[in-house]
């Protein structure tokens, strides 16, 4: 059985870091993933190629080919393994082309094929954690990977723990540029939904309304909402 340990010590040689920049786009509150993404095609059409933008684009592709879009996924895959060619050390980008291997390992037939993607997206995690443990997304983009693992493999607590550290830092710093409102209601959301009987209601209700206020027409931002109305019912 292949099982992830994602906080057994990874050794790190120490080196200058060869990082991607951030995108230059400024998201509002009242954009969705799939709106994004169009803005992303756009401005690569605009502005020409750059590894930020392609980024972007892979990052929103990957997001929305997890909820099921397999041409998404598939380009998001093909994207983001091309970037972490020309960036290997980048830790955001490792963490979010290992979710990717990741989700190609639940979609793969052959059993083979699974173990070797799942090994390969497993290091890369690690990786990424081991050089950046206070990055918030990489914790959350690696957790919401974990959760959706099969129960077989054992990894829905450790998945539990790195969306609930994702959650913690993003809201205790400020948001980093590369992160659009619907980003960071996505990591708050996903705490209050998969944390268990960690939270007290009092303490679930605080991150709904978070994750509402951040960005409500958002996909976790409308979950928020329901889950709200659901909790509001006698």
Known sequence: MLVLILTESWSVHAQTLDLIAPSEIVWPTDTTFAEQLEEAEQQLKERGSSDPLIFEKARLEHLLGAKGDRDLARSAYQALRGLHERYPDDPVISAYFGSAMMLRAQRAWLFTTKGRLVEEGGDLMKRSLEAAPDDAEVHAVIGLSLVDLPDWME????????????????????????????????????????????????????????????????????????????????
């Open 155 to 234: 990894q829905q607590a450790e998945g539990q723990e790195q969306i609930r550290l994702g959650a913690q830092l993003a809201q205790g710093v400020d948001a980093p540029r590369r992160w659009s409102p619907a980003l960071r209601a996505m990591m708050v959301e996903a705490y209050a939904r998969h944390s268990g009987e960690a939270l007290d209601p009092d303490s679930r209700r605080a991150l709904l309304e978070t994750a509402v206020s951040l960005a409500p027409e958002s996909d976790a931002g409308q979950r928020a909402e329901q889950r709200l109305r659901e909790m509001a019912s006698p």
